[in-house]
């Protein structure tokens, strides 16, 4: 079993809908979480930090829950250019960080 | 321009020809990483680095080295490249867990 795992995807939405990505880990020794974009093979820019209380961007809302290890990350109102693919990060405090595989979004006109 | 930088970012070489990757940071980083990208395998940690002289082994450590001898640098070194070291490299550094990525080495071992 993967130490972190996310929804398989691909998501193929429309334009205006809102899309949830899920993502586990396993390390309990797990202190921070993120998420990443990744466009075509480019370098991951991080999209935004998770924290226990849930925090908001515009139309992302990330949550966190440490008793069920589970991240989700959730994009309202999609535009075509929230096309990418979203990559769930989990670090340790010694410095690991294990990067789920990636769900692939492509929202269509 | 706050920038991690990788070299280079294209290269085709043979088996066992020694290479190495640079990657520099110019924002005071303490943390580096190295990872490597394969389809359907996602990002995974090569070695990272907490400060300088200090380097551990992430999750894919074989056939490769790194060192930390200066802040700024985090060099990735391929002693003997075989085949399935072709690969998306990146390198990435932070200080506060956010991580600030390179463009990416694109490395093909024939």
């Known amino acids: 079993r993967k130490e972190v795992e996310q929804d398989p995807g691909p998501f193929n939405v429309p334009e205006g809908a809102t899309v949830a990505f899920n993502c586990t880990y396993s390390n309990s020794a797990s202190q921070s979480f993120f998420w990443y974009r990744q466009d075509c093979r480019k370098e991951p820019k991080l999209l935004m930090s998770v924290y226990s209380s849930g925090n908001e961007d515009g139309r992302f809302t990330a949550q966190l829950n440490r008793a069920s290890q589970y991240i989700s990350l959730l994009i309202r109102d999609s535009k075509l250019s929230d096309s990418a693919t979203y990559l769930c990060v989990v670090n340790t405090n010694a410095g690991k960080s294990t990067f789920g595989d990636g769900t692939t979004l492509t929202v269509k006109p | 321009e706050a920038q991690v930088t990788q070299n280079p970012r294209y290269l085709i070489t043979v088996t066992g020809k020694k290479l190495t990757v640079t990657c520099s940071q110019n924002?005071?980083?303490?943390?580096m990483s190295w990872y490597r990208q394969d389809p359907g395998l996602g990002l995974r940690q090569i070695y990272y680095s907490m400060n300088v002289e200090v380097t551990d082994k992430g999750d894919v450590p074989e056939g490769y080295k790194v060192s930390r001898k200066e802040k700024r640098n985090f060099p990735l070194i391929l002693e003997s490249p075989s085949p399935n070291q072709t690969s998306l490299y990146f390198c990435?550094?932070?200080?506060?867990?956010?991580?600030?990525f390179g463009e990416g080495s694109r490395l093909t071992v024939l």
């Open positions: 924002m005071n980083h303490e943390y």
């Open positions: 990435a550094s932070s200080n506060t867990g956010e991580l600030f």
